[in-house]
């Protein structure tokens, strides 16, 4: 079945150090996808986004790369610090009657970032 | 408000209990969707609103489960006969053309 995972449960890294968080996808029709951080006690906050006619979308400190032969996307964090300790979902809207009603998320990878 | 609101915060119920989970959209916003997270896991859909009606609800569990929606606005996640599954953190997200869905904090909830 469908489904949007991740390859790495856990991610440590050092203050400072540069983060790459890594999702594949199966659904070879998903056109969109959302990165979405989760801190402790609160719901998903909203990273970026990427449409399938990008292969790179860039925010602040973070960057997303897209591969759609491989079916993959990663998201990149500059210069982490500790308030990007979280966890990090990547997720694929659903469609319904031609709008999006429902994400399908991954199973998430813990960021920690160390001093 | 300014973000999603969901109440409460925490339920600690007894198992065979009712409970009535509570979610306040961002204003304005005419989609509203519930999701399921068990510990450790990741999102779960379970619902989806547009307006007061649900042309989405392929994710609830079992019949045990229901929601409503009332004047475009708040929602409402019924659970009868609370099991001990059930326990999880249900959040609830709203957002104004399907895409960037927002966030509540959740419920957290608890089948003793």
């Known amino acids: 079945g469908e489904s949007v995972g991740l390859h790495l449960p856990t991610l440590s890294v050092q203050e400072g150090d540069n983060s790459i968080i890594n999702c594949a996808y199966s659904?070879?029709?998903?056109?969109?996808f959302i990165w979405y951080k989760q801190e402790s006690g609160k719901g998903p906050q909203f990273i970026i986004d990427?449409?399938?006619?990008?292969d790179k979308r860039q925010g602040q400190r973070v960057t997303v790369l897209l591969n759609k032969t491989v079916k993959h996307l990663s998201l990149q964090i500059a210069a982490t610090q500790p308030g990007d300790s979280a966890v990090y979902f990547c997720?694929?809207?659903?469609?319904?009657?031609?709008?999006?009603?429902?994400?399908?998320f991954g199973a998430g990878t813990r960021l920690a970032v160390h001093p | 408000g300014a973000g999603v609101s969901q109440s409460p915060s925490n339920k600690v119920t007894e198992k065979g209990k009712d409970v009535e989970l509570r979610c306040d959209p961002i204003?304005?916003?005419?989609?509203l969707y519930w999701y399921r997270q068990s510990l450790g896991q990741g999102l779960e859909f379970l619902i989806y609103?547009?307006?007061?009606?649900?042309?989405?609800k392929s994710g609830l569990p079992s019949d045990r489960f229901s929601a409503e929606r009332t004047g475009g606005s708040v929602s409402t996640l019924t659970i009868q006969r609370t099991q001990q599954e059930d326990s999880a953190v249900y959040l609830c997200?709203?957002?104004?053309?399907?895409?960037?869905?927002?966030f509540g904090a959740g419920t957290r909830l608890s089948v003793l």
């Open positions: 997200a709203s957002s104004l053309v399907g895409y960037i869905q927002y």
């Open positions: 659904n070879s029709a998903s056109d969109y």
């Open positions: 990427i449409r399938s006619n990008m």
């Open positions: 997720a694929d809207p659903h469609g319904f009657s031609g709008g999006y009603n429902k994400l399908i």
């Open positions: 204003s304005g916003h005419t989609a």
């Open positions: 609103f547009q307006g007061n009606s649900a042309p989405d």
